[in-house]
């Protein structure tokens, strides 16, 4: 029972004390939770409320089904900006279609990582190495951070194919226009959460920040936003290029539905056998040709859009004491107007002739739906599946990462005993089902998580209440947050983010090694220079690391051993120490399997014709974990040539699994139980005597230790006796 529930074990010795920390870290995490929730659902593309939808559900199960106690599940900032770069394609950003596809994702990506849970394969998110990880995190968030700058600005422009395109917009927008109530909200929403956390951590920031720029919206009147007849627009230029703009996206909508239509017929003829091949090729042309006309009137409603939404007005009372708008520029001197900037609002659809929207304040949450989301089974095809399967395997690796990385962080200070493949049954539950309350997808929040450890959370059962209390401000609140300015949403989502820009962990890749430091970087160039296309950078940086990883593999690094002054064999080469012409040590430092057993072979041979008096090879397998087929018959060949060449061949330090491979394959028996060692000390001493016999060799520095200096230092050794020999 407590494989199946976990949260079983929560009540093992659960006392009053430890509901009363539950019940204040599960609030405390709510109180973040809400407004942070609606912030990165509109990163991800969807309405604000569904944030809160998110938020549902999917920490409440997380923490049923999952291992981690203190683990904080819901929105996050990654994930969210991950799903809008896979669904963008697909469908325009909040509109029904793209809204199901979310939905879809999310019961994908749940899918996927329960699958592995029960598989017992959470080894696998081992293939996103963290260099590549980190590239990507540092990459993500600034993309991120980038992307809220038009909301705080108070601009709108529509998004290119680079998000660095998009951000170059989003400044010429600004210096064309910037709307300076708007600016000084989020400005004023980023000073109150920075101020507020360095003063205490534990004070809920964000909740002050939502609060505080709320009440001033309401009370100041910050959504100034009005619906008038395209009459009252006095410029026949502006008029002129609204029934353009409304004739063009009128035409792009006809030819979206044919598009579908024709899409339909295509998928029936692909699927008929005795499909006519004339009238597949036909349908084949026309939704190119369809797809063509689009592009080309989407570009002209690009350019169109771009232009109305350059208008500045002013409200000008007539004679007659109509109000009308006119171009700031064109404005009548002398009439009496409000002295406001007004723009207009164009979105994606047909402007009404009979409601313009026109707007002179900031943008707000606006209206959000009272009530628990509807409970519902996703609705979806095995297209719309396969077509998200990619972009739902990238998120369950990228999430549940997140995920297990913060809970291991908190593990480690509370001393819990993690199950990474529990966790994944635990995330992919939450996504499973939290799709059927109209989620997308979710994963462990690192700040929430934080402030969860913080103030004392001890159960899983936390993350149950703050749930609730998601669902209370669903019932009863919903009213409350209409007022919220969007820049306060920009500013947290600013916020939260900042915290993921790490100049330090470049430096560490590189001080690791510079092969990793590299990774990271061309990661990062990829996933800055490919956004929004984020996946590209994260395959680009998963291909850099699996062929470091071959080529290492290939090519292992091999050691030609000698004697230091401590008595132990070390590197020859890193410590500049002699090596003896006739007795050869060689450490090989990888698992001797077919990518690798030609490269051995070559390196004993060439060990053969560099050293012409060498009379006996000593292979050191310390660092031989495994071998397969191709490497034992390499190995044996090798022994046959070396031997061949008048050589001999001993070998030490040969572990357990690969001795018992050589018993099977008969190989022990042509190795000799004579030439096999426990350690290269024994060996050394039972041939040098046979391997220097005649030999002119004054001084062999595997019995008589010279002074050495590590390779790039200063200094040396001194001379030492070598007992052991």
Not at 14 to 23: C, N, P, V
Not at 300 to 313: E, N, Q
Not at 488 to 501: D, F, H, K, R, S
Not at 631 to 645: K, M, S
Request: proline fraction near 4%.
């Amino acid at each position: 029972m407590n494989r199946i529930f976990p949260f079983l074990r929560w009540f093992t010795d659960y006392r009053k004390a430890t509901f009363r920390a539950d019940l204040v870290s599960g609030v405390t995490v709510a109180l973040v939770l809400i407004p942070q929730s609606m912030a990165y659902a509109q990163l991800a593309g969807l309405p604000p409320y569904f944030g809160l939808y998110a938020s549902f559900l999917p920490p409440m199960v997380a923490a049923l089904f999952g291992s981690s106690r203190q683990l904080a599940t819901g929105p996050v900032a990654v994930v969210s900006l991950m799903t809008a770069a896979s669904l963008e394609p697909l469908a325009t950003a909040g509109s029904p279609g793209y809204i199901a596809y979310a939905i879809v994702l999310a019961l994908t990506v749940g899918l996927f990582q329960f699958a592995l849970g029960l598989l017992r394969m959470g080894m696998v998110v081992n293939f996103l190495s963290h260099p590549v990880v980190n590239g990507f995190t540092n990459a993500a968030a600034i993309i991120i951070a980038t992307s809220q700058l038009s909301k705080l600005f108070g601009v709108e422009v529509d998004k290119a194919d680079h998000h660095y395109e998009t951000v170059a917009r989003v400044i010429v927008a600004a210096c064309h226009y910037t709307h300076w109530p708007t600016l000084a909200m989020g400005v004023l929403a980023l000073a109150i959460m920075y101020v507020l956390k360095r003063l205490n951590p534990k004070i809920p920031y964000v909740l002050v920040a939502v609060v505080v720029t709320t009440a001033i919206s309401w009370a100041t009147g910050f959504e100034k936003k009005q619906q008038v007849p395209l009459s009252s627009i006095a410029s026949k230029e502006v008029r002129d290029l609204i029934c353009s703009f409304n004739d063009l996206t009128t035409k792009v909508e006809e030819l979206a539905t044919e598009r579908t239509e024709i899409n339909g017929r295509l998928n029936g003829l692909q699927n008929d056998p005795n499909r006519d091949s004339l009238a597949y090729l036909h349908e084949g042309y026309e939704l190119a040709a369809t797809n063509v006309k689009i592009d080309k009137l989407k570009e002209l409603v690009c350019a169109y859009r771009k232009r109305l939404r350059s208008f500045l007005l002013q409200a000008v009372v007539e004679k007659d004491g109509s109000v009308r708008f006119h171009l700031v520029a064109g404005a009548i001197v002398g009439e009496s107007n409000d002295g406001r900037t007004w723009r207009l609002e164009v979105n994606n659809g047909v402007i009404d002739d009979d409601s313009v929207t026109v707007k002179s304040g900031g943008a707000v949450v606006g209206s959000i739906p009272r009530g628990l989301p509807t409970l519902a089974v996703p609705k979806f095809g095995v297209h719309e599946f396969l077509t998200l399967l990619p972009s739902a395997v990238i998120i369950s690796f990228l999430g549940f990462m997140e995920a297990i990385s913060i809970a291991k962080a908190m593990a480690a200070r509370t001393g819990q005993v993690l199950d990474p493949n529990q966790e994944l049954i635990g995330q992919g539950l939450a996504n499973i089902l939290g799709s059927v309350g109209q989620s997308y997808p979710t994963s462990g929040s690192f700040s929430r998580s934080a402030v969860n450890l913080q103030s004392g959370a001890q159960t899983g059962l936390s993350s149950v209440i703050s749930s609730a209390a998601v669902a209370v401000t669903l019932l009863l609140f919903t009213p409350l947050l209409y007022y919220l300015p969007q820049a306060t949403l920009a500013a947290i989502i600013t916020m939260a983010v900042i915290g993921l820009v790490s100049v330090s962990s470049f430096i560490q890749s590189w001080r690791t090694h510079r092969v990793d430091g590299a990774i990271q970087l061309i990661s990062f160039i990829c996933t800055l220079g490919f956004a929004p296309h984020l996946d590209r950078g994260i395959m680009i940086g998963v291909v850099l690391s699996l062929g470091v990883y071959v080529f290492r593999g290939v090519k292992p690094h091999v050691a030609h051993l000698s004697l230091h002054p401590d008595g132990s064999f070390r590197d020859a080469k890193y410590w500049r120490l002699r090596e003896c012409k006739h007795l050869s040590v060689i450490r090989f430092d990888a698992s001797l399997f077919f990518a690798n057993a030609s490269y051995f072979e070559e390196l004993v041979n060439e060990r053969i014709k560099t050293l012409p008096e060498l009379r006996h090879i000593l292979l050191v397998a310390n660092g031989i974990n495994d071998m397969d087929a191709s490497g034992e018959d390499v190995l044996a060949l090798t022994i046959d040539n070396v031997r061949a060449a008048g050589v001999g061949f001993s070998m030490s330090g040969t572990k357990e699994s690969v001795l018992a491979l050589m018993k099977r394959t008969h190989l022990y028996e042509k190795v000799g139980e004579k030439n096999m060692f426990p350690t290269e000390v024994a060996a050394v001493a039972a041939f040098w005597d046979a391997a220097h016999k005649g030999s002119d060799e004054a001084r062999c520095p595997l019995m008589e230790v010279c002074p050495v200096t590590p390779c790039g230092e200063e200094g040396g050794g001194r001379n030492v006796g070598n007992p052991g020999v």
